[in-house]
């Protein structure tokens, strides 16, 4: 022990500090004031870290955090008001688990003590009202690890072994909760050392397992790779096109969520998976959770599959199985490293057929992909490829995009390609509304870049758009966010007609999605952010809108474009109140 006590919120700040966490996202309530006085007070000493950023909703306060952590890979602080608020956190824990994101939630419980025996103790009839059984059970399902801080004495060390939980492969949202009473006792700062208190390390593949994966790559007719999240590490990017290069391997992003290997690459086979895998003899799944989906298109049963990744079985999802024929717990990245130090240094005859025969694929791909947005320029239609493709013509190549436009996503990327690592990111859970904070944590960990997120028009409703605006003004984070506003949630129709291509719904265009392209989404933003806002509804004004949209970013000012597209339903709208309350006799 050293020092004077201190209060057991001074200590969690303090060792949230010690530990690397730059950023506080924080929605404050009536059960922080301890943590609120350790930070003035750290002002007052002249302790500028960590920085708060105030969030009035919590799902963008952890977007937020989700972003940044994307970018730069480690973990933020997200506080939040006891049960209330950790409600409030809603699907952004199931973004965080899913996307393997190292985050550090904090929230307070319900004071404990009530007839003021405690420091903290209850004082006002809300502190009766969030006392529930299970606060934790909120969130349960999705994190790594919660726990109560039930003590002053060790809350260091409680934020050191979070922290290192959530930084451990498979990374991800910890838990912590704080009663006031607790917040408010004192004891003596610890003698802690953060450099015990490191993240496991990342493991190799077996040697003989990597012998048999190279193997298989060399010899094989047709090898096929298949990633969604490889390129998380920026750094496993550039290893996989060395790979793919000396063994002529095709690879697939699949539900990319980061750049995992350069779209205009030739050996870059597209983003469906079925396709490239339906003659495949050997298919190397790596850092990717679902590589293919069964009853679309599977790997050929004789085909040899490996899987490859941190958490090869997936274990937090309940029913999930992929045949394999190797699974391999480990690094992708590491596991790259092992093939490419046992593989010539140079393609042979084989591999330079391989790479030929593929690099041809992705030249007719790609040009049925110009052709697609070509047309659609030509004829003035504004679709998802010829707003992108617009797009694309103006940004630069370290300009980064946040993709959130669900079922037309593919497209975006298609015709709005990236090639640098760190240039895309895209939401590995499904909660939508993510990027509306998510491109706020990606432009705070890169303030140098031009940042655009683009969403439809009912991600839009879901993203706190509000929250968002205000913190992108407060904190100047200027962002592009550009909405196709389609008229409603085209992948609930999508889904249903899948299912029942031939029904009622179908027949009669009733799938309630229809928002009505009624909304003011720039409004939003400006009234909650003094956003500069524009819509388009004609092709013919959509790049010099885009245009001045990036100018406005570019001089500090957020923008949100709305671009009005085919609407995806028409429906009829159904007699109102007023109308049903004038027929009753």
């Known amino acids: 022990m050293s020092g004077s006590e201190r209060p057991a919120g001074s200590l969690v700040i303090d060792a949230l500090r010690d530990a690397g966490v730059t950023h506080l996202f924080a929605n404050f309530g009536s059960d922080h004031p301890a943590i609120i006085e350790a930070l003035a007070a750290d002002r007052e000493r002249g302790i500028d870290g960590p920085r708060v950023i105030l969030c009035p909703h919590e799902y963008t306060a952890l977007s937020a955090a989700q972003g940044y952590a994307a970018v730069t890979g480690l973990p933020q602080?997200?506080?939040?008001?006891?049960?209330?608020?950790?409600?409030?956190?809603?699907?952004?824990?199931?973004?965080?688990?899913?996307?393997?994101?190292?985050?550090?939630?904090?929230?307070?419980?319900?004071?404990?003590?009530?007839?003021?025996?405690?420091?903290?103790?209850?004082?006002?009839?809300?502190?009766?009202?969030?006392?529930?059984?299970?606060?934790?059970?909120?969130?349960?399902?999705?994190?790594?690890?919660?726990?109560?801080?039930?003590?002053?004495?060790?809350?260091?060390?409680?934020?050191?072994?979070?922290?290192?939980?959530?930084?451990?492969?498979?990374?991800?949202?910890?838990?912590?909760?704080?009663?006031?009473?607790?917040?408010?006792?004192?004891?003596?700062?610890?003698?802690?050392?953060?450099?015990?208190?490191?993240?496991?390390?990342?493991?190799?593949?077996?040697?003989?397992?990597?012998?048999?994966?190279?193997?298989?790559?060399?010899?094989?007719?047709?090898?096929?790779?298949?990633?969604?999240?490889?390129?998380?590490?920026?750094e496993s990017v550039a290893l996989l096109v060395q790979l793919a290069e000396r063994l002529g391997l095709a690879v697939v992003e699949h539900n990319a969520e980061a750049v995992n290997f350069p779209r205009s690459h030739p050996l870059h086979a597209g983003d469906d998976p079925h396709r490239a895998i339906a003659d495949a003899d050997v298919v190397l799944a790596i850092g990717t959770a679902v590589p293919w989906v069964d009853v679309v298109g599977r790997p050929d049963p004789d085909a040899t599959v490996f899987f490859v990744d941190e958490n090869p079985l997936q274990e937090s999802l309940p029913l999930w199985y992929v045949p394999a024929d190797r699974f391999v717990r480990a690094d992708s990245r590491l596991v790259l490293e092992q093939l490419l130090s046992r593989c010539p240094a140079a393609p042979d005859e084989a591999a330079a057929a391989r790479a030929d025969a593929f690099a041809a694929e992705h030249r007719a791909l790609h040009e049925g992909w110009d052709q697609e947005s070509a047309a659609d320029v030509a004829a003035g239609r504004l679709t998802a490829a010829s707003i992108a493709r617009t797009l694309s013509e103006l940004l630069d190549d370290d300009a980064v995009v946040v993709n959130e436009a669900i079922s037309v996503a593919p497209t975006v990327w298609r015709h709005l390609p990236r090639d640098r690592p760190g240039t895309m990111y895209a939401n590995g859970g499904t909660s939508l509304g993510w990027s509306g904070g998510g491109a706020l944590g990606v432009k705070l960990a890169a303030p140098e870049r031009t940042v655009v997120a683009i969403m439809g028009d009912g991600t839009f409703f879901f993203s706190a758009p509000a929250s968002s605006a205000w913190i992108a003004d407060r904190y100047a984070l200027p962002v592009l966010t550009v909405v196709l506003d389609n008229g409603g949630w085209n992948a609930t129709k999508r889904n249903l007609e899948r299912i029942h291509p031939d029904g009622a719904a179908a027949r009669t265009d009733r799938y309630w999605v229809n928002l009505q392209q009624s909304a003011d989404y720039g409004g939003v933003a400006a009234a909650a952010g003094n956003a500069w806002a524009a819509t388009v509804v004609a092709f013919d004004d959509l790049e010099s809108v885009l245009r001045e949209g990036l100018r406005q970013v570019e001089n500090g000012t957020p923008a949100v474009v709305t671009v009005r597209m085919t609407p995806i339903s028409r429906q009829p709208e159904e007699a109102s109140a007023v109308d049903l309350a004038a027929e009753r006799p």
């Open 77 to 234: 602080a997200v506080f939040v008001h006891t049960d209330v608020g950790t409600a409030n956190l809603g699907g952004a824990v199931h973004n965080a688990a899913r996307s393997r994101v190292p985050v550090f939630i904090f929230a307070g419980l319900t004071p404990y003590t009530l007839e003021g025996e405690l420091p903290g103790g209850r004082n006002t009839f809300v502190n009766h009202l969030q006392d529930v059984p299970d606060q934790h059970g909120l969130v349960r399902p999705y994190v790594k690890w919660s726990y109560d801080l039930r003590t002053a004495a060790n809350a260091p060390q409680v934020v050191h072994r979070a922290l290192q939980i959530a930084r451990s492969a498979p990374a991800g949202p910890v838990y912590v909760t704080g009663a006031r009473e607790v917040l408010a006792e004192r004891a003596p700062q610890p003698d802690v050392a953060v450099r015990r208190w490191q993240p496991v390390a990342p493991a190799p593949a077996p040697d003989d397992i990597a012998d048999e994966i190279l193997a298989a790559l060399a010899g094989a007719r047709r090898p096929v790779v298949v990633t969604t999240y490889l390129g998380r590490d920026q």
